[in-house]
């Protein structure tokens, strides 16, 4: 599973729900997260208030 994440909490994970690709918005607000919306493409994450040029990958560090 792939996640970014953007400035003020927001993270966005690539899942898989009832067998369909979705991008899933959460915002996180001190230790609560909080659903934002389920997207199926990348456009729809601009209609929730996510910013693609502020997203930054998480990667593993399991290479070091």
Do not use: F, K, N
């Not at 927001?10 to 918005?25: G, K």
């Not at 996180?28 to 502020?54: I, M, N, Q």
């Amino acid at each position: 599973m792939r996640q970014w994440r953007g400035p003020d909490g927001i993270l966005v994970e690539a899942i898989i729900l009832d067998d369909r690709p979705l991008l899933r918005v959460s915002h996180r607000v001190d230790d609560r997260t909080y659903l934002r919306a389920y997207c199926s493409t990348v456009s729809e994450l601009a209609d929730h208030g996510v910013d693609l040029a502020e997203l930054v990958e998480d990667t593993p560090l399991d290479h070091l």
